[in-house]
């Protein structure tokens, strides 16, 4: 089955774009939301943040670092033009595996064959 794609999703270089910008666009959310809870007055514990919105910060911010690097590394890995290689690594390998089972269809094929030349010389 071929997967349904956003049109910008088959160039790495634009996906690497994509995510980096979802990524950046989390940190500043992140940073909003700091914002808002110090401009509230919300945030005037004075051992600082619960463990609730410590761990949903630390979430934040790790989850957007990750999109940043993994869209760096698609734009990275996209001007190396190792998207080509790729996809014609995966062709050969679906070539193979194609095959692969054509060959044992026919080996099927062969030993019911067989199986039946025995059933019928009996």
């Not at 980096?20 to 959310?29: A, K, L, P, S, V």
């Not at 050969?92 to 067989?114: A, G, L, P, S």
Request: hydrophobic share 40%; charged share 30%.
């Amino acid at each position: 089955l071929k997967r349904l794609t956003f049109p910008a999703h088959d160039n790495w270089i634009l996906r690497g774009f994509m995510y980096t910008f979802i990524g950046i666009i989390g940190m500043e959310q992140d940073v909003a939301i700091k914002v808002e809870d110090i401009a509230s007055g919300t945030s005037s514990n004075i051992l600082g943040p619960d463990y609730g919105n410590l761990f949903a910060s630390l979430l934040m911010a790790i989850t957007t670092w990750i999109m940043v690097g993994v869209g760096v590394l698609y734009m990275v890995l996209g001007m190396m033009c190792l998207q080509t290689w790729y996809e014609r690594l995966e062709k050969e390998y679906q070539k193979k595996v194609e095959d692969w089972k054509r060959k044992k269809k026919r080996e099927r094929e062969i030993v019911k064959e067989k199986e039946e030349y025995v059933k019928y010389e009996k």
